[in-house]
DNA sequence: GCAAATTTTGAACAGTCATTCCAATAATGA
DNA sequence: TCATTATTGGAATGACTGTTCAAAATTTGC
């Protein structure tokens, strides 16, 4: 039998670029092949089909996303110190000139009105993503306010990565953070 | 000479509705052609292309959305009051089930990696929605402090914009604003 | 009521879409 | 070595894309 001359992880992260910059609808196939280097029948031998495909790319995402997350908490040498650091890289991401904001959010908005499955699985990501920051919100405050303040984390991040496509917004960002999550300078 | 069938606007009103639930890719010609009633030759007449017709489209969403603005400006007894108000029509508007976001945000995230004309103009209408509500708050704060307040206002509208998409935010999104803009109680 | 002007119609265009198919290729197990 | 199995290459599929065009239809000014 033939020996693959790829590494599906290769091509998924290739693939998750295109996805991420061109949204669902505007990524094609052909894209897809120049990106990779596959031809059709390589793609759709290992990845069923588009959608497929895509869902895969965007797991790849999150637990890129989740793992970072994670990463960030532990060499901080607190929670909310790790928030703080996590929302100045996003910040500082925003400033590239090749900014595409957020993969998951891109994908539940683009996809959301369709009942689409994609839509569901970004969703659920964006979920797990809350209940991760609760759960570390919760070693420093108790579980109620945990939650209140992982959903302002949610809403701000939520807020500044569709505010990051406006020009020079960089600046007005970070005294934006300042003001509206206050209780991160508390720890 | 044969006489228009149709009214600019009512074709408008329905091709926002097609443009803002699926987007500018995902929707086609041919479903313009159903959701208007004209052909496709009309459409070309009327409207020199699909960019320019999606292009008045939004237009004509953002003027709805700033005129909403200065009504409830209008209607309210208090700046404050009124950004109240719009807070909680847009949580409100997160409750339906066809819900959608807002149509320029929509618009930014999904052309912006293409330096497209289109993401431009939705930048550039949601900036001049912040300069609006800079304008309104500066009659209550000094120049500088309403900036700042309209920054952390549209990021946090940009925040519960999409936050909305979440299952079930309404309640927790209600919290988060009041938790996240204080100030709005002030006057 | 005729000619000019404008709009509608809907077929036709070339191009691209996601997907399929199968021959060619290459590695394995016997 | 040879059949078997896995993978690749790339042309072909039919459906759909945005757009064009010329003929038909209908109103206006004269």
Redesign the interface.
Same mark, same amino acid.
């Given at each position: 039998m033939a020996k693959k001359n790829y590494q599906r992880e290769d091509v998924l992260d290739n693939v998750i670029r295109l996805f991420w910059?061109?949204?669902y609808?505007?990524s094609s196939i052909q894209q897809i092949t120049k990106a990779t280097g596959l031809k059709p029948g390589s793609i759709y031998h290992e990845f069923e089909n588009k959608e497929k495909l895509f869902q895969e790319a965007l797991g790849r995402y999150a637990a890129f996303s989740i793992d970072s997350i994670h990463q960030k908490m532990a060499n901080a040498t607190s929670v909310n110190m790790a928030i703080k650091q996590i929302l100045t890289d996003l910040v500082e991401q925003s400033k590239a000139c090749?900014?595409?904001?957020c993969f998951l959010?891109?994908t539940?908005?683009?996809l959301?009105?369709?009942g689409n499955t994609l839509?569901q699985f970004a969703?659920a990501q964006?979920?797990s993503i809350e209940k991760i920051y609760a759960d570390y919100l919760s070693r420093v405050y108790n579980i109620e306010q945990a939650r209140?303040y992982a959903?302002?984390l949610? $809403?701000?991040?939520?807020?500044?990565? $569709?505010?990051g496509?406006?020009?020079d917004s960089a600046n $007005?960002?970070t005294? $934006?953070i300042n003001?509206?999550?206050p209780w991160l300078n508390e720890h």
């Amino acid at each position: 039998m033939a020996k693959k001359n790829y590494q599906r992880e290769d091509v998924l992260d290739n693939v998750i670029r295109l996805f991420w910059q061109q949204g669902y609808a505007a990524s094609s196939i052909q894209q897809i092949t120049k990106a990779t280097g596959l031809k059709p029948g390589s793609i759709y031998h290992e990845f069923e089909n588009k959608e497929k495909l895509f869902q895969e790319a965007l797991g790849r995402y999150a637990a890129f996303s989740i793992d970072s997350i994670h990463q960030k908490m532990a060499n901080a040498t607190s929670v909310n110190m790790a928030i703080k650091q996590i929302l100045t890289d996003l910040v500082e991401q925003s400033k590239a000139c090749d900014y595409c904001g957020c993969f998951l959010i891109k994908t539940q908005l683009e996809l959301a009105s369709q009942g689409n499955t994609l839509y569901q699985f970004a969703s659920a990501q964006l979920a797990s993503i809350e209940k991760i920051y609760a759960d570390y919100l919760s070693r420093v405050y108790n579980i109620e306010q945990a939650r209140a303040y992982a959903a302002q984390l949610m $809403t701000v991040i939520f807020g500044i990565r $569709t505010y990051g496509y406006q020009a020079d917004s960089a600046n $007005t960002i970070t005294q $934006t953070i300042n003001a509206l999550l206050p209780w991160l300078n508390e720890h």
